[in-house]
């Protein structure tokens, strides 16, 4: 059983900047792959960014040279900092751990920008 626990959402000016947090804990395997996704109202959830257990990361274009995502394997944590952070980045952030047929999901974080 995986349980993740993100933290770090709030309110904030456009331009502005938020850092999220992840923290997995219970059956964890640190080569997984975990990340950001994103849902704003009435949209599909999104990918955000991602990042192998190795380091390798991959970003929604939208996003490119805006948000950094790493990881600390030795906390279980998975950090995303987001800077000249947009209205259009309003949205519940969700973290999630991939491992081959299943994916887990954090219960959401949500983060509005204003404008």
């Known amino acids: 059983q995986v349980q993740l626990v993100e933290s770090g959402g709030g309110v904030v000016q456009a331009g502005g900047s938020l850092r999220l947090s992840c923290t997995a804990s219970g059956s964890i395997f640190r080569l997984n792959t975990m990340g950001w996704y994103r849902q704003a109202l009435g949209k599909q959830r999104e990918m955000v960014a991602v990042i192998t257990g190795g380091g390798s990361t991959n970003y929604e274009d939208s996003v490119k040279d805006r948000f950094t995502i790493s990881r600390d394997n030795a906390k279980n944590t998975v950090f995303l900092q987001m800077n000249s952070l947009k209205p259009e980045d309003t949205a519940v952030y969700y973290c999630?751990?991939?491992?081959?047929?299943?994916?887990?999901w954090g219960q959401g974080t949500q983060v509005t920008v204003s404008s």
């Open positions: 999630v751990l991939k491992r081959p047929g299943r994916d887990y």
